[in-house]
């Protein structure tokens, strides 16, 4: 049963793109482009969460974009946050060069993420102007409050912009901050698991050698375990009224 589960959610799109095959098949398949923005709360949440994915929609010729909400300033102990804002900038600018694509910073602060009326229009006012085909950003039940926060942004922008784009959640350090994640879709990430690992390396303030072997990529290998693969990435997509999209 799993096998079959596994192999059919591994072989599901992400907005109509397959990506278990070699990513240069991918492009042929489809050919047309599609823009995907993985939207999470600090740097290094797309690319921990997210960043295989992102690699493999990017080498099949879709435009990726990495939304941070906040530029991480409470992130590295005994900075300031204008001093740990310009370091965690430049690690992103890092990251975002190994993966290929751009990223947008919003003017959230970490550790202090609000939600708000302002901050749904924001929000909102983002994807108006981004006009996305697919969004991935935290599941919101979240013992990180940033990373909560950022959920339900999206979440409210997905509803009012009317269910434009396809919602998806990636799991953040699954048990210890996203909690209950129930995945819909595994994505295979063999093909680009160590460019993933050097994109989430370029953020060197947060030690990231340790949280790459003690949770990312044990969290790779157990979902990969789920779809018969070496390394994957897990997702729920949201499915209210998805019969519209
Ligand atoms: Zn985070």
């Given amino acids: 049963m799993l096998k079959g589960a596994g192999a059919a959610a591994a072989a599901t799109i992400l907005g ?31 690319e ?52 290929g694509i751009r ?37 919101p039940i979240d013992s990180h409050r940033d990373h909560a926060a950022c959920g339900l942004l999206v979440l409210d922008a997905w509803r009012r912009v009317g269910r434009t784009f396809r919602l998806y959640y990636m799991e953040a350090m699954s ?4 909690q209950m994640f129930t995945p ?17 390396l370029c953020h060197v303030s947060q030690g990231m050698q340790p949280l790459l072997d003690d949770w990312h990529i044990p969290m790779e290998k157990f979902r990969g375990l789920e779809c018969r693969c070496g390394a994957a990435e897990a997702f729920a997509l949201h499915t209210e009224a998805l019969k519209s999209l």
């Fill in 16 to 46: 109509g793109l397959p990506l278990t095959a070699a990513a240069q098949d991918n492009a042929a398949a489809y050919g047309g482009k599609r823009k995907i923005l993985v939207i999470g709360a600090h740097p290094d949440d797309p």
């Fill in 184 to 200: 819909t879709h595994w994505v295979n990430i063999d093909p680009v698991v160590d460019l993933k690992h050097e994109a989430c």
């Fill in 48 to 99: 921990t969460c997210a960043g295989g994915t992102m690699c493999l929609l990017k080498q099949a010729g879709n435009e990726v974009v990495s939304v941070y909400l906040t530029r991480g300033e409470a992130g590295i102990e005994g900075m300031s946050h204008e001093q740990a804002a310009a370091v965690r900038v430049v690690e992103s600018d890092n990251a975002c060069r190994v993966m």
């Fill in 175 to 178: 048990g210890t901050q996203s």
């Fill in 103 to 139: 990223h947008i910073f919003m003017d959230q602060v970490d550790g202090n993420t609000e939600v708000n009326l302002a901050r749904y229009k924001e929000m909102r006012e983002l994807l108006e102007r981004e006009r996305p085909d697919v969004v991935i950003t935290h599941w």
